[in-house]
C-alpha cells in the first residue's frame, strides 16, 4: 500500500518533468512584496499550478500562483509566485507540498520570504528581518502521520533550521548593498484572522520578533528533506496592539510593494553570494 502524500507529490513532479526538464539549486518563495521578482530572472519557463493535476491553488490576492524556472545571474532557481497557506483550507501536507516538490526538482536550498507583523521594537513597517529561528503556534505540523522515508528521519532534528553559513551572507550582501537588515525570531499562526493583542503580548513575552501566517511549516518540510533553509521577513505592519489603527490585508500589501525594490535585490545579491 502506497502513501498517499507521496503518491501525489511524484504525481505532480512527473507533470512538471513533462513540461521542462531544468533543474534548479536554489528555490525562493515569493511572499507578499514579491509578487514582481519575476523581472530579475532570466526566465526559462513558466508553469501554472492549475496545469500541475492535484496541485494546491492559492487563493489569496497579492499570490499569482505560478512556478517560474530560470537564471539569477548563473544560478539557476525555481520561483513559486504565490504559496499555498493552511488557512485557505487546505491539508497541511498540500501546503508544504510545492516545498517538497522543489525539493525533488532538485533545489539544494530553499530562500523563504513573507510580510510579517513586527512586534520587536526596532521593527517598523518597510523594515527585513533576517530569519534566525522560528516558532509555530497552532498550525499543524506537516510531518504528523506516517514518516516518508524517501523524504526523510522521523524524527528530524530542529536545531539548526535557518542555517548559519547562509544567514552570514545574507548579512554580509546587505552591508555590502547599503541594506538595513534586522534579525530575530519568526511565528506562524495559522491565520487568517490577525492576531489579538493579548496574542501578541503571549508571542512577545516568549521571544517572538515578527508574526505572520506562513514559512514556519514549510520550513520544517524542507529540514526534513535535507534542505538547506534561509528566509527573511518583510515588516508590512505592527503588530496588533501596537499598531493605533486596526490591520487590513490592503495596508500589508502596500507597505510590502513599497519595500519590494530593496528586498528584491537583497534577495538576488544573496543568492549570487551563495555560489560566488
Do not use: W
Not at 172 to 178: P, R
Not at 192 to 197: A, C, G, L
Amino acid at each position: 500500500m502506497g502513501n498517499k502524500v507521496l503518491d501525489k507529490l511524484y504525481g505532480c513532479r512527473d507533470a512538471v518533468r513533462s513540461k521542462t526538464n531544468f533543474e534548479p539549486k536554489v528555490a525562493i518563495v515569493l511572499g507578499s512584496g514579491l509578487g514582481n521578482y519575476a523581472k530579475n530572472i532570466k526566465i526559462e519557463t513558466e508553469i501554472s499550478y492549475r496545469d500541475i493535476p492535484g496541485f494546491p491553488v492559492s487563493t489569496v490576492p497579492g499570490h499569482d500562483g505560478r512556478f517560474i524556472f530560470g537564471y539569477i545571474d548563473s544560478v539557476p532557481v525555481v520561483c513559486m509566485k504565490g504559496r499555498v497557506h493552511y488557512y485557505e483550507g487546505y491539508d497541511i501536507t498540500d501546503v508544504v507540498l510545492p516545498i517538497r516538490l522543489m525539493g525533488l526538482l532538485g533545489a539544494k536550498i530553499l530562500f523563504l520570504s513573507n510580510a510579517a507583523g513586527g512586534i520587536k521594537h526596532t521593527l517598523k513597517p518597510g523594515s527585513l528581518m533576517l530569519i534566525t529561528d522560528q516558532i509555530s503556534c497552532f498550525a499543524p505540523n506537516p510531518l504528523i502521520g506516517p514518516n516518508i522515508d524517501e523524504l526523510g528521519v522521523r524524527f528530524p532534528d530542529m536545531s539548526d533550521v535557518y542555517k548559519k553559513d547562509l544567514q552570514k551572507i545574507i548579512k554580509k550582501t546587505a552591508v555590502q548593498n547599503d541594506i538595513e537588515l534586522d534579525e530575530g525570531v519568526y511565528c506562524q499562526l495559522t491565520g487568517p484572522s490577525f492576531e489579538s493583542p493579548a496574542e501578541i503580548r503571549m508571542l512577545r513575552s516568549m521571544g517572538v520578533d515578527a508574526v505572520g501566517m506562513s514559512t514556519v511549516v514549510e520550513a520544517i518540510a524542507a529540514n526534513h528533506m535535507g534542505m538547506k533553509v534561509c528566509g527573511i521577513s518583510c515588516i508590512s505592519n505592527l503588530a496588533s496592539g501596537i499598531s493605533p489603527v486596526p490591520l487590513c490585508h490592503e495596508e500589508v500589501q502596500e507597505a510590502a510593494d513599497k519595500a519590494a525594490p530593496m528586498f528584491e535585490k537583497l534577495v538576488s545579491e544573496s543568492v549570487k553570494n551563495f555560489f560566488a
